[in-house]
């Protein structure tokens, strides 16, 4: 057992310190030291250093006893059970980088009005198709985006149309082109093939158009809808292509497939084309496949009508609309007395935000979305984390939250994590034992590596929920409209800023009010500026209020003897509580060999997510200002792990230099390879795809192996700096 301070002393104090620090070797402990820059104390956090002191010997002497057990049992490799001493977890609350002040530049937001007083019935549709309007999809007036864009496609325009997430851009393309298919003269047969395509970047989205697309069928049986998105057998698909589909949604990818493989598929009777959540198809390195797609369309068909749909209108965008629509009409529904980029005030001090010269930058976000930032140091990323989900999905009611990680490696361990410590009936005694435990947190997932069919099930499970949380990759960021989420949680920054307002745009869809919440790490700071540079406000949340929320609970209250009295209040009641967590945390992290390897496999690749952000924004998010033992704690890992070391660097070094000459021009296709993994056809190495597991399974297996995820890119190609034997006062950081 490790020396407390405090209890022993003279020569048998000394030979506890060695024993300590011979422990420390053995198990790799390795210095806590910031780098020398950031070794202030977190200022709200800094109570006299002498009661410091006190608290923290009390809690390690009480916490040991109560949350982390002497020893071990941990799986040997070889069947038989060996019994490990406990590494106490270290201070979360020391040496962690000063939090600067914000420096938030207040900008106006773009703004669009979401409804008009305009009815449907004024449109001049089919009555059936008005009554199911208002009876089935029991809606009655129209959007901004619909009231402009529905009569322009009735007219036969193409169309190029932009307008803010949860708009209801879907009935915007979906009613013009179901009123002019059931118009057709010769009434269609099911036999004809598709007379419309509406392509989407992901499957869920793919499902949800079917969804829309069917329910506005229902008066006309005679046309038949039908999707393609792949996770399903190629050779059913192929029979429903032969029986006939006449407005087909696919994802790219599984068209591309289809056309080269399937016989049965023609396009001479398409007369309209939709491309949904364009900039995203783009994004996804799907311009190939579109250009396959209008290849084999244009052979088949001269005349048709095409639409191209986005909420951000980036240059991509424009570039696909340049090849595949025809002299289109551009509708905005940006309200143009908001559209203004000049600062009005700034909030704090500092240098003004470049303006926004290319308006094609510029996103308009709902107003009823609150926006927030917070700055949390790496060491409490994980309490801080932990703590907003239970402040909001435990203790208040009815709350939505969806939590955006990077990658898939990334969402299964949190997953697991949370469900083992979180999830009240399932974890460990300390939190079992909660009063709150009434109210039972529901955790779900969503990545590209898990199996279509359950994909599917938590997608439709989290829309039906009233409550809950749903932690996921970018594969939900894009056009999946779930029902009342009240929160987005972006865990880790999104590569660019209309990633985050597609991200953001998950809540507060047509007209509801929502917020979210994006965590940075104090040297992320700036993030706040370049979004600012893009029209976008955030206010700023503090990190100690989130904390705070653990002083509700008595189950993260720090257990002390009966003759000690309870001397924390107000900020270090929170240290403590927050360390009681982090502690719960760890413990599980370490309680086996498989659960630290998760925890390290996930850290590699946030690593790996974080050597991707593109280079405009590597001066905010670059490896080197990682702290890797900081960066460790909020894996629930007690120590940097030694795999990511010096040696493995110079085994590495002779492949870097050939690596980087070739780096620049692969890096864009690599990302875009890596980006696909999540929206995949569905046909590639089903064998790489997380099995459909029980919560029990899940918890068992190991997360990270499966397969790929957003921005999660192989080992990093720069590795992390040894840490043993480096002086205290050295920082642990990457080496390059
Ligand atoms: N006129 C309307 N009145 C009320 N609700 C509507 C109306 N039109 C669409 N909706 C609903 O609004 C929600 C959002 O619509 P939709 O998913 O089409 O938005 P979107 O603009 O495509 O969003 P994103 O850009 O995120 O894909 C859906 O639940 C839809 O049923």
Redesign the pocket.
Known sequence: MAATPGTCSGPPQARARRRAKATKRKHGVSSDAPPAKRRNEMSFLSAKKTSEKETQRTFKVKSHKKFSPKKYSVNAGDGKQEEKPCIKTSSLFKNNPEIPELDRPVVKQAREQV?TPEAFHELGLHPHLISTINTV?K?????S??KQSIPVLLKGRDALVR?????????AYCIPMVQSLQAVKSKIQRSDGPYALVLVPTRELAL?SFD?VQKLLKPFTWIVPGVLMGGEKRKSEKARLRKGINILISTPGRLVDHIKSTKNIHFSRIQWLVLD?ADRILDLGFEKDITVILNAINTQCHKRQNVL?S?TLTEGVTRLADISLHNPVSISVLDKSHDQSTPKGRAGQGVAPPQTSDRLDSFAIPESLEQHVTLVPSKLRLVCLAAFILQKCKFEKDQKMIVFFSSCELVEFHYNLFLQTLSSSEGPPTLRQAPSASTRLKFLRLHGNMEQEERTAVFQEFSCSRAGVLLCTDVAA????L?QVTWIVQYNAPSSPAEYI?RI??TA??GCHGSSLLILAPSEAEYVNSLASHKINVSEMKMEDILSILTIDDCFKVRRRENQKSQAVGPQEIRERATVLQTVFEDYVHSSERTVSWAKKALQSFIGAYAAYPRELKHIFHVRSLHLGHVAKSFGLRDAPRNLSVSAVKRRKGKLKRLDLRKKTQSQQHLAQVLRSEYSSGLEAAGAKVRNRSTQEASSQHPASRGRGKRQVPPPPRTIGARRGQRKDKPSQMVF
């Open positions: 409804f999809l809606v009655s007036s129209m959007t985006v619909q307008s803010q997430t949860g708009s209801g851009k879907t009935l949800q829309t959540e749909l909420a894009r056009g999946l409209d029902p597609h745009g998950r869809r047509i």
